[in-house]
């Protein structure tokens, strides 16, 4: 399956291929309402509003794996944009791990690795695709958004 080819569903349920993204640079996180992480949502969409008009998106995809998410999607995305003022798409609440997880972390973990392997290890693990579609970067949870901008731009 190629990346373009995945379909996500946002968290008001409307179902789309990744092609809908086709041509800019993404970077995809995996999310959670109560981690600790959670105030990285803030530097996300600094990030997101920086570089949008340049064909920037972040995606978010809120996963319970961790024991750290809200009951369901509409309450994560609510909590997103009342908490931290967030704009960027967030998505169903999809497993990032195992069999159950969702095709688009099968692809991502399949195409990096993380300090410990493959597996996604923790919320907050963000992915940065370039305009072609190829994960061209992994950042762990404790990395801030900020940290990592230099390699944001290089890609647009």
């Known amino acids: 399956m190629e990346f373009y080819d995945i379909e996500v569903t946002t968290a008001k349920g409307e179902t789309y291929p990744l092609s809908r993204y086709k041509g800019q640079v993404m970077l995809i996180v995996n999310t959670a309402s109560n981690c600790g992480f959670a105030p990285q ?18 995606l978010g995809f809120p996963s319970n794996q961790f024991k750290q998410e809200l009951d369901s999607a509409k309450d994560a995305e609510e909590a997103c944009r009342i ?19 969702h095709p688009l972390f099968k692809f991502l973990t399949r195409n990096t690795k993380g ?24 950042f ?10 230099k390699e944001i731009e290089k890609y647009l």
């Open 140 to 149: 762990a949870p404790m990395d801030k958004p900020s940290k990592f901008e």
């Open 115 to 138: 300090v410990l392997g493959s597996k996604v290890k923790w919320n907050f693990t963000k992915f940065l695709v370039d305009r072609n579609g190829e994960v061209v970067a992994r």
């Open 41 to 58: 949502f803030d530097e996300l969409e600094k990030i997101y509003q920086k570089y949008k008009d340049r064909g920037f998106v972040v």
């Open 83 to 101: 908490n931290y003022g967030v704009t960027f798409p967030i998505h169903e609440i999809v497993a990032v791990n195992g069999e159950e997880a």
